[in-house]
């Protein structure tokens, strides 16, 4: 089984409207922690969000909002007031085993957003 | 924040040659280094782990000789991807995590094999 979903190969937005990206996760590990990271075409890997697993609230950077539903195991990333200059892919990655413990990232399928004016 | 520098970020070279590619941590030491490999609208895939001191641990399907990893300090880890052929083009990222920091990611190298 997958252990991160992304359902959304690409996304269409107008700007300055905002955009819900998907992401599931499967996991057994009750330590665990969500990461969503832009790649613009030029190929660096740009972190904008995490969510622990026993964080209470839901994360939120900027314009970035993570929208964690554990029961779900959804963690979906909301963009707010979309930027041409977001458009680029969108990975949503997963870290089994607490912080500190030198665990690896498993990556979705990534989403590519495009921004529309 | 925390900096990831990878070099080089492009690199053309004939088949049959040996490849080096540097991760460096700037600002933070690094206690481990991940090194992924990413093909054209693909997913970063992991390779291998590198933790300073030690034996990289590679991924399954991952040729150790092929690609081989070093992690000689806190802030720097190499890639070599030895007699490279036009099947090693892709794009290889690393990245890096110590001290608390999320993983930070270098930008990426872009190897061209002709």
């Given at each position: 089984?997958?252990?991160?979903?992304?359902?959304?190969?690409?996304?269409?937005?107008?700007?300055?409207?905002?955009?819900?990206?998907?992401?599931?996760?499967?996991?057994?590990?009750?330590?665990?922690?969500?990461?969503?990271?832009?790649?613009?075409?030029?190929?660096?890997?740009?972190?904008?969000?995490?969510?622990?697993?026993?964080?209470?609230?839901?994360?939120?950077?900027?314009?970035?909002?993570?929208n964690f539903q554990k029961a779900r195991k959804s963690a979906?990333?909301?963009?707010?007031?979309?930027?041409?200059?977001?458009?680029?892919?969108?990975?949503?990655?997963?870290?089994?085993?607490?912080?500190?413990?030198?665990?690896?990232?498993?990556?979705?399928?990534?989403?590519?957003?495009?921004?529309?004016? | 924040?925390?900096?990831?520098?990878?070099?080089?970020?492009?690199?053309?070279?004939?088949?049959?040659?040996?490849?080096?590619?540097?991760?460096?941590?700037?600002?933070?030491?690094?206690?481990?280094?991940?090194?992924?490999?990413?093909?054209?609208?693909?997913?970063?895939?992991?390779?291998?782990?590198?933790?300073?001191?030690?034996?990289?641990?590679?991924?399954?399907?991952?040729?150790?000789?092929?690609?081989?990893?070093?992690?000689?300090?806190?802030?720097?880890?190499?890639?070599?991807?030895?007699?490279?052929?036009?099947?090693?083009?892709?794009?290889?990222?690393?990245?890096?995590?110590?001290?608390?920091?999320?993983?930070?990611?270098?930008?990426?190298?872009?190897?061209?094999?002709?």
């Amino acid at each position: 089984a997958q252990k991160i979903t992304q359902t959304q190969p690409g996304m269409f937005v107008q700007e300055k409207e905002a955009v819900t990206l998907d992401c599931t996760y499967d996991t057994s590990d009750p330590s665990y922690g969500l990461f969503w990271y832009k790649q613009p075409s030029s190929g660096e890997m740009i972190f904008l969000i995490y969510q622990g697993s026993y964080d209470q609230q839901n994360a939120t950077e900027g314009r970035y909002s993570l929208n964690f539903q554990k029961a779900r195991k959804s963690a979906n990333l909301v963009i707010s007031a979309s930027q041409l200059g977001d458009s680029a892919m969108y990975f949503c990655a997963m870290r089994e085993g607490p912080t500190g413990g030198g665990n690896k990232l498993t990556f979705g399928t990534g989403t590519q957003l495009k921004v529309e004016l | 924040g925390a900096v990831v520098s990878q070099h080089p970020s492009w690199v053309i070279c004939k088949s049959g040659t040996s490849v080096k590619i540097e991760c460096r941590s700037l600002d933070f030491q690094a206690t481990t280094m991940f090194w992924y490999r990413q093909f054209p609208k693909q997913s970063l895939m992991l390779m291998a782990t590198s933790n300073e001191g030690s034996k990289a641990t590679y991924e399954q399907g991952v040729e150790k000789d092929k690609f081989l990893i070093n992690h000689a300090s806190l802030t720097l880890s190499t890639l070599t991807v030895t007699s490279a052929h036009p099947e090693d083009s892709s794009f290889y990222i690393c990245s890096a995590i110590g001290g608390g920091q999320p993983q930070h990611f270098g930008d990426g190298t872009r190897l061209s094999i002709l």
